[in-house]
């Protein structure tokens, strides 16, 4: 079932005021019943709405707009009329709005969980960790120090190397991780004086949607905006020629379509892309304390996270006896089932065309005889019962194997033998995609030895899927271009100006 599109009989860009009055003029109570595009700090929606639907029971959700080109023309000239004079106030009042935002957002913790989890199916445990952690990336983004840096002082003259805004962004967002990526996005563009719209995905808007009406009792109008709609949104945010950057998190072949389109007009582009996230046990490794840690970061969030493990890479030695506790955990704690029920640790895939990929990933099984040490099954035909898929295991498939090869982004992970070190680390880098890896040992020096030689943008030792929001994050090859996070996250929102001050005429 995909998302459908009705007429709700209103007029293109009719502004909703009800109830909005208050802080910034708006309403201090925000309401959960109905979601409006925000252009220039106003509740606005469309002639044509949409509606998702919850990927848990397939019953849909609320109606949203399906913006127009008209919507983001509007919406542009709001945000480029806001740049001159947001990127004017004081870095530390910025960073305040920034504060004052988290605070907001974490006084509705319950309220953003369970859209979370009605939108995007994960269990509310974990929606409600993934609002702890966008209200933790404002408060650190709010206090880092974007560096002015003195590269030449004599007597004749000074040269410093400084950071100026962008101008106008855009924040295209997936549909996994809907508000910690929004944020992510938000709090460096507008901390370092750019305005943003949060684009964002058709799959997941309503979160980000009311993130953003929330937003216009802390920020001045035009300086964060949404706008929601269908597939043709994002190509009129790209080709738009008064928008500077976009920040797009997503797939590497739409990420290469967001490249070309932005081309023209010379735009910014921040690109976080997939992953196929290799990890590497060592024969050395206490499995008894290790194996927990490796369930949840192979299959949290339904594996629906691009920096989820995808190739289990278990030494020869301890390779059965790995793989039997492994299997064993996953089945004895890791239930199946609606995120509204705490006893359940793997919710739904999250739209229908995810769910068509992730079982014609476990079609593959018989079709290429592959040996499941856990699950395997085909999901029920009614797919009316919610996406779900039981976790599955695959013994020790070819490497060519669709499954080592490809990410499936659901609940299926290989688990492959390897003998030596090199051996295993060319395999491991053998994949267009750099995003994440991890190497897992007693030996720390023979870890990091082995973790230097892996190509991603992220690698961890005795961990996986670790972020912070002062840690800079991207992909090496097809997994991105730029980091996002930390100061270079700051600084991919800012022009580099080299600032001559002559001493004397």
């Known amino acids: 079932m995909s998302p459908a599109a009705t007429t709700n009989g209103t007029t293109n860009g009719t502004k909703e005021t ?6 910034n003029g708006h309403s201090h109570k925000l309401q959960f019943e109905k979601y409006y595009n925000i252009i220039n700090n106003e509740s606005t929606t469309t002639s044509k709405t949409r509606h998702n639907i919850n990927p848990a029971t397939t019953k849909p959700n609320p109606e ?7 919507d983001v023309d509007k919406a542009v000239a709001a945000a480029r009329a806001a740049f001159k004079s947001w990127a004017k106030v004081p870095v530390e009042e ?33 929606s409600t960790q993934e609002i702890g952690m966008a209200t933790t990336w404002l408060r650190a983004f709010s206090t880092m120090k974007l560096p002015e840096d003195i590269v030449e002082d004599s007597e004749d003259r000074q040269v410093i190397n400084r950071y100026t805004p962008l101008g106008v962004t855009c924040g295209i967002v997936p549909w996994n991780f809907p ?30 949607l009311k993130l953003v009406e929330l937003g216009m009792q802390i920020f001045p109008p035009g300086v964060l905006q949404a706008l929601s709609g269908e597939e043709d949104l994002g190509p009129m945010f790209t080709a738009h020629p008064d928008i500077d950057k976009i920040a797009f998190t ?62 289990l890479y278990v030494h020869s030695s301890i390779y059965g006896k790995f793989v039997a506790a492994f299997c064993a955990h996953v089945k004895e ?22 769910y068509a990929k992730v079982k014609d990933m476990y079609s593959q099984i018989a079709k290429q005889g592959w040996k499941p040490a856990l699950g395997g099954d085909m999901p029920d035909e009614d797919a009316s019962k919610g996406y779900f898929f039981t976790p599955t295991v695959i013994d020790n498939p070819p490497d060519n194997s669709r ?3 490809e990410e499936p982004f659901g609940p299926i992970l290989p688990i492959l033998k390897w003998e030596h070190d090199d051996e295993v680390i060319a395999r491991a880098n053998d994949t267009k995609m750099g995003l994440g890896a991890s190497v897992w040992s007693n030996d720390l020096e023979r870890a990091t030895e082995m973790a230097k030689q892996l190509e991603a943008g992220t690698v961890w030792v005795n961990s996986h899927f670790e972020i912070a929001p002062g840690i800079p994050f991207g992909g090496h090859k097809w997994s991105g271009i730029g980091t996002e996070w930390g100061v270079n996250g700051l600084k991919a929102y800012c022009n580099s100006q080299s600032l001559w001050l002559k001493k004397r005429l």
Request: include cysteine; aromatic fraction near 6%; charged fraction near 20%.
């Open 64 to 70: 949203v707009p399906i913006s127009t080109q008209d």
């Open 333 to 354: 704690n890791f239930k199946v089932g609606p995120g509204t029920d705490p006893e359940n640790f793997i919710g739904p895939v999250q739209n229908s065309i995810q």
């Open 250 to 311: 997503g797939s590497s072949a739409t990420g290469k379509k967001v490249m070309a389109a932005s081309a023209p007009t010379l735009k910014r582009v921040t690109l976080e892309l997939g992953g196929n996230d290799p990890a590497i046990i060592c024969d050395d490794v206490d499995m008894e304390k290790i194996i927990p840690k490796l369930a949840i970061v192979s299959f949290l969030c339904c594996s629906q996270i691009c920096m989820m493990i995808k190739r």
């Open 94 to 126: 910025r960073g305040q709005k920034l504060r004052d935002y988290a605070d907001a957002i974490e006084s509705y913790t319950d309220d953003f969980a369970k859209l979370l989890t009605s939108e995007q199916g994960k269990p509310l445990a974990q």
């Open 403 to 405: 499954i080592v090869t």
């Open 18 to 23: 009800n109830g909005i009055n208050g802080v």
């Open 179 to 208: 508000i910690l990526l929004a944020i992510g996005k938000v709090a460096p563009a507008l901390y370092t004086g750019n305005t943003i719209i949060i684009k964002p995905s058709p799959y997941t808007p309503y979160c980000d």
